[in-house]
T-cell receptor, first 112, second 113 residues
């Protein structure tokens, strides 16, 4: 059974810092990995999708890497802003049932 | 292009009643997924529909059911509501059974009193 872990559970940083969020998964037989952002009480916004054959993806100030063999992904946020404050979730797509398994998220607070 | 839309935004029901939640996928998407996000429990997979068929269901009792219509929209039905069913219910859609990106709606907040 696939399990996804995110560390740290919460992170508070001053504005302008670069930061790294971590995601690990137990079954390396994944199809893809997605990073999402969730604001309180809202739905999920897709940030980046990395296919299993890819090593990284970039979008603006965000860069996500994938090391499938070690079961790890990182989300790098450059020059953080207060508007980046949210919960960040990673999810992996595995199995013939194409089920997304989510981590429990990292709650990020960027202080002005 | 419209994203995934869910209705209603909020729903309040009494224990024992039935709730119906609706989801319209992004145009062209044939797969619809339902997830439950209860407080402190994270996102739990409920159901996956593709091309009108139920393809997979998570570890939830049979009182959680749904269907997908010919236009690929979907509804989730929860019968005999229990207090523990109170949660944010999220719908997602994707292009199909391939390794494609999932897009989520804003959710329906179900409160059972």
């Amino acid at each position: 059974k696939q399990e996804v872990t995110q560390i740290p559970a919460a992170l508070s940083v001053p504005e302008g810092e670069n930061l790294v969020l971590n995601c690990s998964f137990t079954d390396s037989a994944i199809y893809n990995l997605q990073w999402f952002r969730q604001d309180p009480g809202k739905g999920l916004t897709s940030l980046l999708l990395i296919q299993s054959s890819q090593r990284e993806q970039t979008s603006g100030r965000l860069n996500a890497s994938l090391d499938k063999s070690s079961g790890r992904s990182t989300l790098y946020i450059a020059a953080s802003q207060p508007g980046d404050s949210a919960t960040y979730l990673c999810a992996v797509l595995t199995g013939s049932a194409r089920q997304l398994t989510f981590g429990s998220g990292t709650q990020l607070t960027v202080l002005p | 292009e419209a994203g995934v839309t869910q209705s209603p935004t909020h729903l309040i029901k009494t224990r024992g009643q039935q709730a119906t939640l609706r989801c319209s996928p992004i145009s062209g998407h044939t797969s619809v997924y339902w997830y439950q996000q209860a407080l402190g429990l994270g996102l739990q997979f409920l159901l996956w529909y593709d091309e009108g068929e139920e393809r997979n269901r998570g570890n939830f009792p049979p009182r959680f059911s749904g269907r997908q219509f010919p236009n690929y929209s979907s509804e989730l039905n929860v019968n005999a509501l229990e207090l523990e069913d109170s949660a944010l219910y999220l719908c997602a859609s994707s292009l199909g059974q391939g390794n494609t990106e999932a897009f989520f709606g804003q959710g329906t907040r179900l409160t059972v009193v």
